[in-house]
């Protein structure tokens, strides 16, 4: 077996308590045949980008490179999260065009190179994940890297206009086609990958995910639609009744239905438009007034970005906006916290919610949407919301389907899910949960380095 290497912005050392799912199947596919993870510490450096610190842990080496302030700035809070992000999540009134984040982007994604071309052996299998890295496969082979070179993007790829809407976007999406594999959420995804390669950068499709490049040479790209550990999540969430925090929160409805969100504080979630058809519930349903808690929970993501500072300020307002509309002195409609929490108590608070509000305006998976679905119970499932945005929408058809933009008609299924009987919620969910359990994230990750190893 070749040994792995796994290269994305952040590395998930052993000692965080944060690690999720995809952390943990990455770890075990290090694991089972000795690997090397790299990227970014998390460290800002005084001086110049480039430190570089090594761990070995169970048969894992990481490697992890600090960045400069500056490096910081452009690579990351700009041409990663302030181009690339609104730029591949449809957002092209977001993205900010910026030759200097630019060029910061390329260089930090060839300091990367540099330093792991050296670590490199031809026989080994380099898995690179996410959107910071996309010319890296180019940058390593630049620098005589010969082995194979499989890329995941896990956030969605837009349509070929929007792509070529960048500046030099063929400097930086044209790059995949240095990879060997190019992995994609969903089988849009990748037809729209398709029609830019063919469209904008001068190849051809010779079959389905078998591309050319203009220079002829032939490279693979396929959907790989990311899952969760699903039966662990739905192990912790069986045991929830046991955590205080879960208690606590039960107890706190007195016997009302709760309807939860949960995202990273982000404009790709459709926050505003989901309190939006919150308020379209209140107005128009009035028979489920006082009968329905929402509780949002929103951890800040991204401060450093006006666009999410400006976002998180809207939210406060509209909540307290419409707490201060609809409550009555014994019944608040919505609860709006900006926490992380343990995914142990996470699983538990999903597992008594009656509905699930996956409502993004454009997600590459979402992971919360299967997270909620592992997490309820067998004999009294909760019905899911899911946005036709989201790319666990092509899976999971057990969800009622929403656009997120159609307040009216989300507040409707909402109200749907309410009352929704016993065994359709049966119905539903277990072929959702057959789906998530099928093809959980460790088959995901078997299924993606097969098809690598596959390759040449
Ligand atoms: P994104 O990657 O865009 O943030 P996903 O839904 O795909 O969206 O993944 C989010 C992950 O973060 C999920 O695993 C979810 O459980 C976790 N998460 C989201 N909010 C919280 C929170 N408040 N506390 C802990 N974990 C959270």
Redesign the pocket.
């Known amino acids: 077996m070749s040994r792995l290497v796994v290269v994305s912005n952040r590395v998930a050392l052993p000692d965080s308590d944060q690690n ?2 995809l952390a943990t199947a990455l770890d075990a596919a290090l694991k089972e045949a000795g690997g090397l993870w790299f990227g970014w510490s998390g460290k800002v450096a005084r001086a110049h980008s480039g430190e570089l610190h090594r761990a070995t842990h169970d048969n894992i080496d990481y490697l992890t490179i600090d960045l400069s302030r500056e490096d910081y700035e452009g690579y990351y809070n700009g041409f990663s999260n302030r181009t690339l992000w609104p730029l591949l999540h449809f957002r092209l009134d977001l993205v900010d065009y910026n030759a200097m984040t630019q060029a910061a982007y390329r260089g930090v994604n060839a300091l990367f190179a540099e330093k792991l071309a050296k670590e490199i052996r031809d026989e080994d299998i380099v898995w690179v994940h996410d959107y910071h890295l996309l010319p890296l496969a180019q940058e390593l082979r630049r620098r005589g890297v010969r082995a194979r070179i499989g890329f995941f993007l896990h956030v969605p790829f837009p349509s070929a206009d929007i792509v070529a809407g960048l500046p030099h976007h063929e400097k930086t999406f044209g790059a995949l086609a240095a990879y060997d594999l190019v992995g994609f959420q969903t089988e849009r995804d990748l037809e729209r990958f398709q029609d830019y390669i063919r469209l904008f950068r001068g190849g051809s499709v010779a079959a389905r995910g078998t591309l050319r490049d203009h220079d002829g040479r032939s490279f693979q790209a396929d959907a790989f639609p990311i899952g969760i550990d699903a039966s662990a999540i739905a192990t912790l969430a069986a045991n929830a009744s046991r955590n205080p925090a879960v208690r606590r929160m039960q107890a706190s409805l007195t016997g009302r239905a709760l309807a939860i969100g ?3 504080l ?1 404009y790709s979630k459709g926050l505003p438009e989901r309190f939006r058809a919150f308020e379209r519930v209140l107005d128009k349903h009035t028979d489920l007034r006082g009968q329905l808690t929402y509780l949002q ?1 929103a ?1 800040v993501s991204r401060g450093g970005v006006a666009s999410y500072r400006a976002l998180r300020r809207e939210l406060e307002q509209y909540a307290g906006h419409i707490n201060g509309a609809h409550a009555d002195p014994d019944w608040t409609p919505m609860r709006y916290v900006n ?3 343990p ?1 142990a108590t ?1 699983a538990g608070f999903y597992r008594l919610a009656r509905i699930g509000l996956v409502t993004p305006l454009r ?1 590459g ?4 949407a299967k ?1 909620y679905v592992a997490s309820q119970d067998p004999q009294d499932p909760g019905a899911l919301v899911l946005s036709i945005f989201a790319g666990a929408a092509r899976e999971l058809d057990g969800a009622l389907l929403i656009n997120p933009f159609d307040s009216d008609g989300v507040a409707d299924a909402i109200a749907a899910a309410l009352k929704m009987p016993l065994d359709e919620r049966r119905e539903r969910w277990q072929s959702m949960m057959q789906r998530i359990s099928s093809y959980d994230i460790h088959a995901w990750r078997r299924d993606f380095l097969d098809r690598l190893q596959q390759t040449r």
């Not at 998976?365 to 919360?368: F, I, K, P, Q, S």
């Open positions: 999720g799912g949960v995202d990273r982000d929970i951890p926490r992380t929490y995914h996470l997600d998976m979402n992971l919360v997270e």
